[in-house]
C-alpha cells in the first residue's frame, strides 16, 4: 500500500514533531551538538544530492567538471601539472582524465616544444559540455564565501578546521572538490 502524498507530509511532519519533543527534553549543550550534527548532516546531503543532479544531466562527475572546467582556463597543462591545480594526486588525475578522454571529452597530445610531454585540451565536446552544465555546488559555496568580510572568512575556516578536527578528518588527504566519496569514480556510480 502506498501513502498519498497528503499522508506522507503529515507522517513526515509527525516524525518531525517527535524529533522536536526529543530535542526538547535535552540539556541545552546536548541540543545545540544534535543542532551541529543536523547542519554537518545537511552539508553532506547537499553535497550527494549535488553530485547526483549533476550526473544525471551530463554524466560527470563533480570532480570530473571541475578537471574540465580547469582545462578551459588553462589549455595544455599536463597530468602533473592539473593534479597540482586541483590538489589530487596524479593517479586520481589520470584515473579522471582516461574517464574524459574515452567520452570524448578531453583529447591528450604531444607537446610540439618537446615530444616527451603530453598536453591536456577539451575537445569541442567537452567545451560544450561545460557551457551545458549547471552551475555546481561549489561554485556557488565559493561565490558566496568571497562575498563575506575576511574576519567571517578566517572564522569560518576556523571553524570548519577545528570540526574536522573533532571528527578525527584533520589529518586526510582531501582536495577543494565538493563531492562525496572516492574522487576517481565514475558519474554512473552516484
Do not use: C
Not at 545537511?42 to 571541475?66: E, F, N, P
Not at 594526486?89 to 603530453?118: F, H, I, M, P, Y
Not at 567545451?127 to 578566517?154: G, H, N, V
Amino acid at each position: 500500500m502506498t501513502l498519498t502524498s497528503n499522508a506522507r507530509k503529515w507522517q513526515h511532519s509527525d516524525m518531525q514533531r517527535e524529533a522536536l519533543r526529543e530535542l526538547v527534553e535535552m540539556s541545552m549543550e546536548s541540543r545545540l551538538a544534535a543542532e551541529a550534527l543536523v547542519a554537518l548532516r545537511q552539508i553532506i546531503r547537499a553535497t550527494d544530492m549535488d553530485g547526483r543532479q549533476l550526473a544525471k544531466q551530463t554524466g560527470l562527475s563533480t570532480s570530473q567538471l571541475v578537471v574540465m572546467q580547469l582545462l578551459k582556463r588553462a589549455p595544455g597543462l599536463t597530468i602533473t601539472k592539473l593534479a597540482e591545480r586541483v590538489s589530487l594526486r596524479q593517479a586520481t588525475v589520470t584515473a579522471l582524465v582516461d574517464k574524459l578522454e574515452n567520452r570524448g571529452l578531453v583529447l591528450r597530445q604531444r607537446s610540439d616544444q618537446d615530444r616527451r610531454r603530453v598536453e591536456l585540451y577539451l575537445t569541442e565536446e567537452g567545451s560544450a559540455m561545460i557551457e551545458a552544465a549547471p552551475t555546481i555546488l561549489q561554485d556557488r559555496f565559493i561565490a558566496q564565501f568571497d562575498q563575506l568580510e575576511e574576519w567571517e572568512k578566517s572564522w569560518l575556516l576556523g571553524a570548519l578546521q577545528r570540526i574536522a578536527l573533532m571528527l578525527d578528518a584533520g589529518e586526510l588527504d582531501a582536495s577543494p572538490v565538493l563531492s562525496v566519496g572516492a574522487l576517481d569514480r565514475s558519474a554512473k556510480q552516484h
